[in-house]
């Protein structure tokens, strides 16, 4: 896999949330209309995104409705009555939820890129200079350091961040008890979990903490919009993929599964890029500007997402569980 090189300076723009999702349906005009439920971070991606495809064949007489937010907020309301055509989060677990509640296909993860539209790694995002000298997961738990990242029971981002730095300091989760350890001392260092990753973005961009935790894109996204901020590639870090779908109850099931296959095409794929997620797709220009790190894992080598689902994020007795309370964070059940 690929990584962007350390030290490139960063930036934040405003965010502006979508419409929340109603059913995919027929405009007064006749022209389909299709939602889209999504986690926050690719949000200027699928604007881009939506507009290419609607110079298309298939995307001529499509609008859209979109909604973006936390991951897990975002998959929760989905399972609750959010009608959605296309669903799109940052991690799998949240597709699971739909899968499990009949609302996605069990065969959603079959094709070439096993259900992924993006992937992405976690980085050290610092203030312009690396004031502290920040560039190891080792150096986010010294005294008088304050590291942002969400809270992992929203935040699908913040499950990504902990599963890196648990990762990186337990060996590939050989060393539990030293990767429990690391989570303990880490979250001390944390003055505030936002519900998701823009959020957290969006925090120490206004001045607050040392270090942010945070996808590669987000701190690309941040360079692209004039922040002045720096981030680190650590030596060991997460690799991460993001999962896209058709729901079974869209309105128009072809109209969706189109745009679908058009998110794994090559322009839709270079947008990506150029928003700094790492292609799915084979021979994207731009991908080879991601260099790869010496440490890099997947979530497979910490026992896939269903025991890491149980083992870490299990708000009755989980380890983050055990460490938000630690730090006097009520964990909801």
């Not at 965010?15 to 986690?39: H, I, N, P, Q, W």
């Not at 991690?91 to 699971?96: R, V």
């Not at 680190?232 to 072809?254: C, F, G």
Request: hydrophobic residues 40%.
């Amino acid at each position: 896999m690929r990584v962007r090189g350390t030290g490139v300076v960063l930036g934040l723009a405003a965010v502006a949330l979508g419409a929340a999702a109603c059913g995919g349906s027929a405009d007064a005009g006749g022209k389909v209309r299709l939602s889209l439920v999504a986690y926050s971070t690719p949000q200027a991606a699928y604007e881009a995104i939506i507009k290419e495809y609607q110079r298309t064949p298939e995307g001529k007489g499509v609008t859209f409705t979109k909604s973006f937010g936390a991951s897990g907020e975002q998959s929760r309301a989905v399972a609750s009555g959010l009608k959605a055509d296309i669903v799109a989060f940052s991690l799998e677990p949240d597709m699971t939820r739909l899968v499990d509640a009949g609302l996605v296909g069990a065969d959603w993860n079959s094709g070439p890129e096993k259900g992924m539209v993006t992937d992405s790694v976690v980085v050290l995002a610092t203030r312009k200079g690396n004031p502290k000298n920040i560039r190891s997961w080792d150096d986010l738990v010294k005294p008088g350091v304050q590291v942002i990242t969400p809270n992992p029971f929203t935040s699908g981002g913040a499950q990504w961040n902990i599963m890196a730095g648990y990762g990186a300091k337990a060996a590939k989760g050989a060393d539990r008890a030293a990767g429990t350890a690391y989570l303990h001392a880490l979250f001390k260092n944390v003055p505030v979990q936002d519900s998701s990753a823009r959020k957290s973005l969006q925090t120490f961009a206004g001045g607050k903490g040392d270090v942010l935790l945070a996808y590669e894109n987000e701190a690309i996204f941040a360079r692209q919009n004039d922040q002045p901020l720096d981030y680190t590639v650590p030596d060991s870090t997460i690799l991460i993929e993001n999962p896209v779908a058709v729901t079974r109850k869209s309105a128009h099931p072809a109209e969706a599964r189109a745009f679908l296959k058009f998110l794994h095409g090559r322009k839709a794929q270079e947008i990506f890029v150029e928003n700094g997620y790492r292609p799915v797709a084979d021979g994207v220009p731009g991908a080879e500007e991601f260099p790869a790190p010496a440490g890099l894992f997947t979530i497979a080598d910490l026992g896939g997402w269903p025991k890491v689902k149980k083992e870490f994020f299990d708000p009755k007795g989980g380890i983050m569980a055990d460490v938000e309370k630690a730090v006097g964070v009520t964990v909801e059940g």
